[in-house]
């Protein structure tokens, strides 16, 4: 059979090229506006801020640094094929010098309406760019590649260590630009409008066009057939808030049948986990080794502590620290961190936000499935 991504090459490279030198033009307008450029694009721009080295060039300077650390990370893991992100980025840092050179023919805005304007426009075309470039599956930029090895040598979810790695360019750039400029440089109210609104645009523009351009693209139903964990993961979960009483998050466990609960703040972001565990030794007051009803029932002040339970809020003795897994996992991952964490089960986060629950159960009938 053939391959479609292979015979649809001819429209993937325009498509992956567009996409790159529409992002590289919401960057150059970014610029223009000057009110701070997207957090990826921060460190080139730093660099060209101080040092008076032309942003493309910067750019491309940037991109190998991160080959570079992604030798490092994964030495022998390292795959010879993925140096062709030195290849995209050179690709990316010419587009990036053609672009600003396009914004010389405009004037420098001076009111803010028309420079936040700019900046709002400028995550647009960021985001319509990325819905072209990822799709086409051609060569992914060394800021993904670094990303993806450090997730790896970390064993931290790949939305995590983007957070994470898009935070430290940021704070890199500001105190660069703070102590050798004294202003804030790259880094403005653009760089947080980028962090924030290219996302949410992309999903809305995938939303509204993915499909035709699925299609223009020939992407086939197994690539964007959705991974065997967000396919077994359990979709319905009930969460309980900081403020919830012990009493109904009790009757929630006890009615749903299930052996915890996450906890999440107003915006839906998980911040707590209550387990039947994390109850049960409460109840116990100790730290024995084997935990049961029996045990239970021996201590002397068991019916003391079950009324001082009865009068707690979620907050008292949910754990904070909450072991979860990321969207984007493979289930060899997942069940290498269930297991080296010794739990059963795990939200499953994508943008920071969860999005299901992962339990050991799931993992199992999807294998004897597999089997059958």
Request: hydrophobic share 50%; with cysteine.
């Amino acid at each position: 059979m053939e391959n479609t991504k292979g015979s649809r090459l001819f429209v993937r490279i325009p498509a992956y090229v567009i996409g790159l030198l529409i992002m590289t033009l919401g960057v150059a307008i970014s610029v223009k506006s000057n009110l701070g450029v997207s957090p990826v694009s921060s460190i080139p721009y730093t660099i060209t801020c101080v040092v008076g080295l032309e942003m493309g060039k910067a750019t491309i300077l940037f991109h190998a640094v991160l080959v570079l650390l992604q030798i490092l990370l994964l030495r022998r893991a390292f795959q010879a094929k993925n140096l062709l992100q030195i290849f995209a980025g050179i690709l990316f840092g010419y587009f990036t010098t053609f672009c600003n050179s396009l914004m010389v023919f405009f004037p420098d805005p001076t009111n803010l309406i028309v420079r936040l304007a700019m900046m709002l426009f400028s995550t647009g075309l960021i985001a319509f760019g990325l819905f072209w470039y990822v799709p086409a599956d051609i060569i992914p930029l060394a800021g993904e590649g670094a990303m993806l090895a450090i997730s790896k040598t970390i064993k931290k979810p790949f939305p995590t260590v983007k957070i994470a790695f898009d935070v430290t360019m940021v704070v890199i750039s500001l105190v660069t630009c703070l102590i050798c400029l004294h202003s804030l440089g790259s880094v403005g109210i653009g760089t947080i409008a980028a962090a924030i609104l290219v996302g949410m645009e992309l999903r809305w523009i995938t939303k509204k066009c993915g499909a035709q351009r699925d299609a223009i693209l020939g992407v086939t139903k197994k690539e964007t057939a959705q991974s065997p964990l967000l396919a077994i993961m359990k979709q319905e979960v009930y969460t309980v808030s900081e403020e919830t009483s012990i009493r109904d998050a009790l009757h929630l466990i006890t009615e749903k049948k299930i052996s915890g609960v996450p906890v999440t703040d107003g915006s839906q972001n998980l911040i707590g986990f209550l387990s039947d565990g994390d109850i049960l030794r409460f109840l116990a007051d100790v730290e024995p080794l084997f935990i049961n009803a029996s045990a239970l029932q021996e201590l002397p002040n068991f019916e003391e502590r079950t009324k001082e339970l009865m009068a707690m809020q979620v907050r008292d003795i949910a754990k904070k620290q909450v072991i979860s897994v990321g969207a984007e996992m493979e289930l060899g991952e997942v069940c290498q961190i269930l297991t080296e964490n010794h739990i059963k089960k795990a939200p499953v986060l994508e943008n920071g936000k969860m999005i299901g629950i992962i339990n050991m159960s799931n993992i199992t009938k999807y294998v004897l499935r597999k089997m059958m």
